[in-house]
């Protein structure tokens, strides 16, 4: 899910970042520099994920039926951090309901950074798209709202 919300940001020329295990270093390899990620000096996913928490205002959560892995542990950072989240279930919302859900979240809570998790890619197939379809809508419809930034 973060890539493909890196992704969207970078085709709206919106300024993202985050943080990246040291090595820059993902499940496919090497994680390519288009990425304008904060290299962790040393640390693994669960760091990387702990500081993506940290540094945002709030997190939206996209997942599919359950909750697992790095993702409930995503969760479980911002309920101990005590900072806003949002769970989007894609079993049940479509990309279009699930950017409508994202937009009251990021406006009721005054969101500027924002931070998007979920599963990999290998753990859900089709969830790079399905985030990216959703993000996607998300920015283009804050853009209408006179929200510049995600």
């Given at each position: 899910?973060?890539r493909?919300?890196?992704?969207v940001?970078?085709k ?24 304008p990620?904060k290299?962790?000096?040393?640390g ?6 702990l ?54 979240f990021?406006?009721?809570n ?36 006179g929200?510049?930034?995600?």
């Amino acid at each position: 899910m973060d890539r493909a919300a890196l992704d969207v940001a970078l085709k709206h020329r919106i300024k993202c970042g985050g943080w990246c295990p040291a090595g820059r270093l993902d499940e496919s390899g090497k994680i390519p520099d288009r990425y304008p990620l904060k290299e962790l000096k040393k640390g693994g996913p669960e760091e990387r994920t702990l500081r993506n928490v940290q540094g945002s205002e709030g997190t939206i959560v996209i997942y599919f039926h359950e909750l697992s892995g790095g993702t409930a542990y995503t969760v479980g950072c911002c309920i101990e951090d005590r900072q806003p989240h949002r769970l989007i279930d894609a079993a049940k919302y479509s990309p279009e309901d699930a950017a409508t859900l994202m937009i009251s979240f990021v406006c009721d809570n005054e969101i500027d950074i924002l931070n998007i998790a979920g599963p990999r890619e290998s753990e859900w197939v089709g969830g790079y798209a399905y985030a990216f379809r959703a993000v996607d809508i998300l920015v283009s419809r804050l853009r209408v709202r006179g929200r510049g930034r995600v």
